[in-house]
């Protein structure tokens, strides 16, 4: 299934062709040492090769605390697919935050124009300044679109898109896919919110129910259960409430993206029932960690800046910032490798998949690794 396949105007190709040439090696070898894009940017700043540029076409209020950011990107985007996020980079008072937020939008519809959806959280910078701050007509720096989280093609005839909270956004990008692209198989999609106040795409979701009829919607309303309807699942998430709507976890391929808490229960549903090789995650946020392993012991060094801490058992990320420094990071998530350090020695447990690595030399995210006993990083 193609969902981005769409006919170009004779514009677009005429650009298309004038960005390859841009893109050559001969006219590389005429601006070295700098890229074509450090000039075509003093012309203007959508007027790229390689670098992805989009304007802020509109933001759209979710909830009270969630906004959708309609973007039109530049010919340097080479488009998405459901389930994918981007590296989203803003300029605020004269630096560029950046931040991974997942493509909430169809992958259906033709063009450059697409959105990102992201809940304001109190700790937030970015998402702050997005919903209350972030204006049409602003200049926003992306990554091409990431990851492996992805809609499958083909489509299998029977699909669980399961989230919790912010987690609904990669899902309901592969939700409003299946509907624009007339997918007649069965669909059962499960969202776990505080409330129906807390609850992005609401609406939506009703209107698509209606549209859909192999789509059954499922909505469970953990603090106001009275907002939710009434006969389907109820609480936090349980390998019951697979049975409740009807899922067959060993022969339905399910999506699943939500905090770290909704992963692990379902994970471990589905690890009992014999059904773990069906199951697709992605952690909204990463889990927290154990200050009390047994592994947080040893010193941490920061070579670059003459520096050490007795390790807590948090990130390498966060005991850096606890010792006073400012390291490159992103999503937090370990997703946009913008954290990326060269660890000197060592041994790290990546706090997601629980491996432990201890190569020498090696390049970690340094946003998702603790240290196990003394380790040195390039920091």
């Not at 062709?17 to 050559?24: E, K, M, N, P, V």
């Not at 909830?63 to 959708?68: P, V």
């Not at 789509?215 to 009434?230: G, L, M, N, S």
Request: hydrophobic share 40%; charged share 20%; with cysteine.
């Amino acid at each position: 299934m193609s969902v981005q396949a769409y006919t170009q105007a004779p514009r677009e190709v005429a650009i298309g062709i004038i960005r390859r040439a841009l893109g050559s090696r001969a006219v590389a070898s005429l601006t070295s040492p700098h890229t074509v894009d450090h000039y075509l940017e003093q012309v203007h700043p959508m007027l790229t090769v390689a670098l992805v540029r989009a304007r802020v076409v509109d933001v759209r209020r979710e909830t009270g605390q969630a906004s959708t950011v309609v973007l039109r990107a530049n010919g340097a985007w080479s488009g998405f697919r459901p389930g994918q996020h981007v590296q989203f980079g803003v300029e605020v008072n004269g630096t560029r935050k950046i931040r991974c937020f997942s493509v909430s939008s169809s992958g259906a519809r033709p063009g450059n124009r697409f959105s990102v959806s992201v809940k304001a959280h109190p700790d937030g910078y970015v998402s702050q300044f997005l919903h209350h701050r972030l204006r049409p007509g602003t200049l926003v720096h992306l990554s091409q679109a990431e990851g492996e989280f992805v809609l499958p093609s083909p489509v299998p005839d029977d699909l669980l898109l399961l989230s919790g909270g912010s987690g609904i956004t990669p899902v309901m990008s592969m939700l409003r896919t299946l509907r624009d692209t007339g997918h007649r198989g069965r669909v059962t999609f499960l969202h776990y919110a505080r409330s129906r106040a807390d609850e992005m795409f609401a609406d939506e979701l009703e209107e698509i129910a209606a549209a859909m009829p192999s789509a059954r919607i499922h909505r469970v309303y953990t603090r106001r259960p009275e907002d939710a309807a009434r006969g389907g699942p109820s609480g936090r998430f349980t390998a019951e409430h697979l049975e409740q709507v009807g899922v067959d976890p060993a022969r339905t391929p399910s999506y699943v993206c939500g905090p770290a808490g909704l992963i692990a229960a379902v994970r471990a549903a589905y690890d009992e029932l014999g059904a773990g090789a069906m199951l697709h995650t992605e952690y909204f946020k990463v889990p927290s960690v154990d200050p009390d392993a047994a592994d947080a012991t040893g010193t941490l060094t920061f070579e670059d800046s003459v520096a050490s801490a007795e390790n807590s058992g948090a990130t390498i990320l966060e005991q850096a910032e606890a010792a006073g420094l400012t390291p490159a990071f992103g999503c937090r998530m370990g997703v946009c490798n913008t954290c990326a350090t060269r660890k000197n020695h060592g041994a790290v447990r990546h706090v997601i998949s629980g491996a432990v690595g201890a190569n020498t030399d090696e390049t970690i995210k340094i946003c998702v690794n603790v240290p196990v006993g003394d380790v040195n990083v390039a920091l």
